[in-house]
């Protein structure tokens, strides 16, 4: 999930033992930008393409397994495309977009499925091409977690009666709040960082080039979450040490502006007026809006840094350290936490089998029969 341009680049020259029939179609494939279109496309090439596949010998097949690999692939990344669109929408949605969520989450996991089946089938291809479907696979369990965790900071927004992207919401933080959301904040926190973990295993693999972005935002988000948790456990020494340090990591990842002051300015950091801090956000709005052009991380992974936690971290820092220089005067303490356990995604895929010349899903209640 949050992989920008998700479709796969391999297998960009077609195998010999292609006919003609599917040579057509692999290439049409390419014509189409619409991902719904590229999704029928795609189901069209692999369902032919599997029934040659399987009509061939073994010796033919060996040959095509690398193609049915790529094939299937692309495809899966055609489905997580989709559920990323259906994410995006449903995050920036102002109704109950709780259907847009299950449909986003179905669509993610037949992307996984789709690449699980790949081993179920026995089809592996070559080393290199084994290799890239085990880091699909991981991607798409990634994904799936990644998505659950952008499903909560949904509903940290509809907690603090923010809809809209922003600073005003924010503003009107109360200490009952920090109460409200830091309930299962450590849990979500143990989610993003299984995620880091995900992330650090991809940096070993063919995919390597999109996730060094991804592991500063988990990283990042992490310390936010777990703040809350030590926060609400009294430990402001701690909550405010680990938002310094997420602020620091999204500026040395370049994830803002490099000349966005506010990271240097340790002025910022001390307790502030609400009007004061209104006065700031107009100053930094056009500043941050410009990190979309120094980074690679996905665009709508910006928008949630920019658009809701960046300012997060802003105010929570305010309130940490307002109750810290009233009640604890606690020592700040950077990178001497005990962080809790990542749980690392395990997402299992939707079952898909070939049945008279079409990959389909097996439906739930058929598994128990």
Known sequence: MLIPNLISQVGATAPTELPEKLVVLRNNMKLFVNAAERLDANSVYVNMLLQYYYDCNSISQKALENEVSYAVINLSCCYEELSQELMERAYSGQNDNSQAWISSSRMGKRALGLVEYLGSSGIV???????LVSAYALAWRLSQQLRMVVFTLCKLRAKLGQVQE???GLLELQEADLVTLSANSLLYGRLVLGCQRACRQLEATALRSHVGPLVVFTDVLALVLISMDRYNKDKCGDAIGM???SLEKLHAAHLVPSDYGGFKDSR???PRTVDTLLHWKEKVKPKVNRAEQITCLHPFLQRII???????????SY??????????LQKVERRRWDLPEGKAPDCV??????ENGQLREIPESAKYY
């Open 125 to 131: 291809g070559n080393e290199s091409t084994a290799s």
């Open 166 to 168: 922003g600073y005003d």
């Open 243 to 245: 938002l310094e340090e």
């Open 306 to 316: 920019q658009g809701f936690l960046l300012p997060l971290i802003i105010l929570l």
């Open 319 to 328: 309130r940490y350290k307002r109750t810290n220089d009233s009640l604890f």
């Open 268 to 270: 910022l950091m001390r």
């Open 349 to 354: 895929g939707i079952e898909w089998v070939f």
